[in-house]
Nanobody, 125 residues
Framework: EVQLVESGGGSAQAGGSLRLSCVVS????????IGWFRQAPGKEREGVSC????????YYTESVKGRFTITSDNAKNTVYLQMSNLKPEDTAVYYC??????????????????WGQGTQVTVSS
């Protein structure tokens, strides 16, 4: 059974930092690309970042470039999203998702096969 479990969400002040974790079980990160998505109330789910498997490429949506960093610890089968200089508009439920192989359409949620349950991030001004 494939499972993705997010953690690390919470509340932060604008300008602060949070680190999200996505622990993946049932598959190996060597074979899957892991994406981070977010969904704010009343808005569509948005691709935030992706770490592809082979070749290894890191993608970011424009609004988080320079502020968010995606990394992985393959020994722990865990992908992280370090979020710095947070802004109120970063407030959303954050999800991680797994896509077998590699796809150029990393921000397309339909490309992903498995999803976590989400973790809430709230940034206050």
């Amino acid at each position: 059974e494939v499972q993705l479990v997010e953690s690390g969400g919470g509340s932060a002040q604008a300008g602060g930092s949070l680190r999200l974790s996505c622990v993946v079980s049932g598959v190996t990160l060597d074979d899957y690309s892991i994406g981070w998505f977010r969904q704010a109330p009343g808005k569509e789910r948005e691709g935030v970042s992706c770490l592809t498997s082979s070749p290894i490429i890191k993608y970011y949506t424009e609004s988080v470039k320079g502020r968010f960093t995606i990394t992985s610890d393959n020994a722990k089968n865990t992908v992280y999203l370090q979020m710095s200089n947070l802004k109120p508009e970063d407030t959303a439920v954050y999800y991680c998702a797994a896509d077998f192989g590699w796809s150029a359409e990393w921000s397309n949620a339909d490309e992903y096969d498995y999803w976590g349950q989400g973790t809430q991030v709230t940034v206050s001004s």
